[in-house]
């Protein structure tokens, strides 16, 4: 007797397509969020707008994320410190010298971050925290804590090898921040406007900054 093979089910092409569509959503709801935010602003952006331009229903949106403020936190999530984790995991599998970890550290910040629209949510938040304490608690908490907990790694890690001197830990975090805060807001403020007067180019700029850093926490720096 021959063997009956069973009819695989599938979904017919419109369901399959939707179905592919409705998983893709959340991604595109983010992805119109993240430029709204960097455009508008938190307070200026409007659910409305976002929902127009991922081509969905306010009511949709709110299937995902039940409120402006969730979704604000679900992009800086998908954007920002979602990846702390695999940053991390860098840290622990870094060979190199501190010297190397640490420019690694700044220009792959630039790559990853600095140079894409997700740049623009450090500006936003200094602009706008005060006015939304609950997003700027959230963004301490998610963000700017873990970032300085993982720059102080760095520097422990430098003092503890003998390549950097004995340091304020918390201050030199600061240090090596403050030159990607420049860096954004430059490119998010002034640099639209002033890029042709004024040029700012990112790679030679953390290059110098990460010269001045390495004169200042190397072992024969001295105040």
């Not at 300085?148 to 520097?155: A, G, K, Q, S, W």
Request: proline residues 5%; charged residues 25%; contains cysteine.
């Amino acid at each position: 007797m021959p063997q009956t093979i069973a009819p695989r089910h599938t979904l017919p092409d419109g369901k399959a397509r939707r179905s592919r569509r409705k998983d893709e959503r959340p991604g595109e709801l983010l992805a119109a969020a993240l430029d709204l935010f960097v455009e508008k602003g938190f307070a200026a952006t409007r659910v409305e707008e976002v929902a127009q331009r991922a081509g969905v229903s306010k009511g949709t949106l709110f299937l995902y994320f039940p409120s402006k403020q969730e979704l604000f936190k679900a992009v800086v999530r998908e954007n920002i410190s979602g990846r702390f984790v695999e940053w991390n995991e860098e840290f622990e599998r870094f060979e190199g010298s501190t010297q190397d970890m640490l420019r690694y550290c700044l220009f792959n910040w630039w790559e990853r971050i600095g140079s894409t629209q997700a740049s623009g949510i450090p500006k936003l938040m200094m602009s706008e925290a005060q006015n939304f304490p609950e997003l700027a608690i959230f963004y301490q908490n998610e963000v700017m804590q873990p970032g300085m907990t993982l720059i102080e790694r760095i520097l422990r890690r430098g003092v503890a090898r003998g390549e950097f001197r004995p340091m304020d830990f918390t201050y030199g975090a600061f240090l090596v921040l403050a030159p990607m805060l420049v860096l954004v807001l430059w490119k998010h403020s002034l640099g639209t406007f002033c890029g042709d007067q004024v040029e700012l180019d990112p790679q030679k700029y953390l290059t110098a900054q990460l010269d001045m850093l390495m004169h200042g926490f190397g072992v024969q720096a001295r105040l």
